[in-house]
C-alpha cells in the first residue's frame, strides 16, 4: 500500500492497514534488530552494556480528527527531575502490574494526561528506543477517534498539543543539532514546529518511526 496515498486519503481504515502492514505487531515490539537510541549520533555517550536500561514505554497517540489527523504530545511539569520543560509523549517505566508495554502506555496515558483507554485503538509499535538517561523505551501507536476529554495531571504535564501528522511523518522535516552536555558535543534531531521545540528522545524516536514507515518501499513525502 501507497504510504502517501494512505496519509492523503482522509480513509482512517486506510491509513490504519497501511501503519499495522509498516509497524511492530502488538506484542512482538521488543527485543527487536532494528533499535534507535541518543547515542546514534554522538556514540561517545553510548554505555558499555544496556542490561541496566529500564523498561518503559511511551504512546504515540494518532488523533483521529475529520479535519485533519494530527499526532498528540504532552509538555512536561518545568519541576519535574528529568525532562523538565520538555516535549514528549505521555508514557513511563513499566510496574508489576501492566500488561507489556502497551499496558504501560496506556497507563501511564491515563495518569498523565486523563485519556480513557476506550477512546484508544493501539496497531502496533515503533522500534525500541534507548536513552541517555537509561531507559529502553518501546513506543506504542495507537489510533484515537475525537470526543474524548483530558484532564492533564500538573505534577507531571504543563500542557497538550497537537501536530499535523503529515508534518510528524515527514522525515525530511527532522534536523541535526548540537550543544555541549557533560562536557561532551551531544548531537540529536529536532522538529521545529510553531510554539514548540520537539527535540531530543522525543524527535528521535519520531525519525525512527519514520524511518521504519517510509524505507522500505522508498516513498517520501512531499515537503
Known amino acids: 500500500m501507497n504510504g502517501k496515498v494512505a496519509l492523503q486519503s482522509g480513509d482512517a481504515a486506510r491509513l490504519g492497514d497501511w ?3 509498516r509497524l511492530l505487531p502488538l506484542g512482538q515490539e521488543g527485543p527487536s534488530k532494528r533499535v534507535f537510541s541518543d547515542f546514534d549520533l554522538t556514540p561517545d555517550l553510548r554505555p558499555r552494556t544496556v542490561e541496566a536500561l529500564k523498561p518503559a514505554a511511551v504512546l504515540a497517540p494518532i488523533i483521529l480528527r475529520p479535519e485533519g489527523w494530527t499526532m498528540l504530545f504532552t509538555l512536561r511539569a518545568a519541576d519535574l527531575p ?3 520543560g520538555q516535549v514528549s509523549f505521555p ?3 513499566l510496574e508489576a502490574q501492566d500488561l507489556g508495554h502497551v499496558g504501560a502506555a496506556l497507563r501511564e496515558t491515563q495518569e498523565e494526561i486523563g485519556l480513557d483507554p476506550e477512546w484508544v485503538c493501539p496497531i502496533g ?3 525500541a528506543y534507548h536513552t541517555v538517561t537509561g531507559f529502553c523505551v518501546h513506543p506504542i501507536i495507537a489510533l484515537v477517534q475525537p470526543g474524548f476529554s483530558l ?3 500538573p505534577r507531571e504535564v504543563a500542557g497538550v498539543f497537537e501536530v499535523p501528522l503529515g508534518l ?3 522525515g525530511a522535516r527532522y ?4 550543544q555541549m552536555w557533560r562536557g561532551i558535543l551531544r548531537r540529536y534531531y529536532v522538529l521545529d ?3 514548540h521545540h520537539i527535540w531530543g528522545a522525543t524527535a528521535g524516536m519520531l525519525k525512527a518511526l519514520c524511518d521504519r514507515l517510509w524505507s522500505e518501499d522508498g516513498d517520501v513525502l512531499a515537503p
Open 19 to 21: 501503519l499495522r502492514a
Open 82 to 84: 528529568s525532562h523538565a
Open 91 to 93: 508514557g513511563g517505566r
Open 125 to 127: 509499535a515503533s522500534d
Open 151 to 153: 484532564r492533564p495531571d
Open 168 to 170: 510528524v511523518l515527514d
Open 175 to 178: 534536523r541535526a543539532q548540537e
Open 193 to 195: 514546529y510553531p510554539d
